[in-house]
T-cell receptor, first 112, second 114 residues
Framework: GQQVMQIPQYQHVQEGEDFTTYCNSS?????IQWYKQRPGGHPVFLIQLVKSGEVKKQKRLTFQFGEAKKNSSLHITATQTTDVGTYFCAGDSGGGADGLTFGKGTHLIIQP | DAGVIQSPRHEVTEMGQEVTLRCKPISGHDYLFWYRQTMMRGLELLIYFNNNVPIDDSGMPEDRFSAKMPNASFSTLKIQPSEPRDSAVYFCASSLAPNTGELFFGEGSRLTVL
């Protein structure tokens, strides 16, 4: 079945440094979504990418969808303590019946 | 709207006991999902419903797990009998579409089986 891999599993950064997490799928995706989960909280939707090569920005967050629609990345510029949490990608292979497949997430730890 | 509502927020039980988790989706959302989250396995889709009908239950780990959705505003996930390896956070989520729309998660039910 479809597999979605995320790296790194953990990332420690100093406040103000940039952060990037990468997502790779074993199959071509029809779309990819990104979620953020704060410690002790629940996943919250950030964005959805649909088009090959798509780039979307939300303030300090930049999301990219690869040309082959098999990979994606989330980049945070100048991290802040409020960025702490786990970032998940979730892919859909377009089969329609399987629901989204989530990566295991990247845990972002920020040192002040 | 109050969002997806789950209960209980925390459950501690002993091995062998029956556990029932409850979920109220966002009104108007036709899709309801049950996920399990553990450190080892991450977020796993257990089952999802469309218009109260189970569509894909391939993620349900064993016959000990069952889920129902008797109406559009209520779903249950039952574990009977529970085992320590069932300890996890169980999330319910709802959406307007299965794979192309935003998933709205509840706050989760943290289950500990002793």
């Amino acid at each position: 079945g479809q597999q979605v891999m995320q790296i790194p599993q953990y990332q420690h950064v100093q406040e103000g440094e940039d952060f990037t997490t990468y997502c790779n799928s074993s199959t071509t995706l029809s779309n990819i979504q990104w979620y953020k989960q704060r410690p002790g909280g629940h996943p919250v939707f950030l964005i959805q990418l649909v088009k090959s090569g798509e780039v979307k920005k939300q303030k300090r967050l930049t999301f990219q969808f690869g040309e082959a629609k098999k990979n994606s990345s989330l980049h945070i510029t100048a991290t802040q303590t409020t960025d702490v949490g786990t970032y998940f990608c979730a892919g859909d292979s377009g089969g329609g019946a399987d629901g989204l497949t989530f990566g295991k997430g990247t845990h972002l730890i920020i040192q002040p | 709207d109050a969002g997806v509502i789950q209960s209980p927020r925390h459950e501690v039980t002993e091995m062998g006991q029956e556990v029932t988790l409850r979920c109220k989706p966002i009104s108007g959302h036709d899709y309801l999902f049950w996920y399990r989250q553990t450190m080892m396995r991450g977020l796993e889709l257990l089952i999802y419903f469309n218009n109260n009908v189970p569509i894909d239950d391939s993620g349900m780990p064993e016959d000990r797990f069952s889920a129902k959705m008797p109406n559009a505003s209520f779903s249950t996930l039952k574990i009977q009998p529970s085992e320590p390896r069932d300890s996890a956070v169980y999330f319910c989520a709802s959406s307007l579409a299965p794979n192309t729309g935003e998933l709205f998660f509840g706050e989760g039910s943290r289950l500990t089986v002793l």
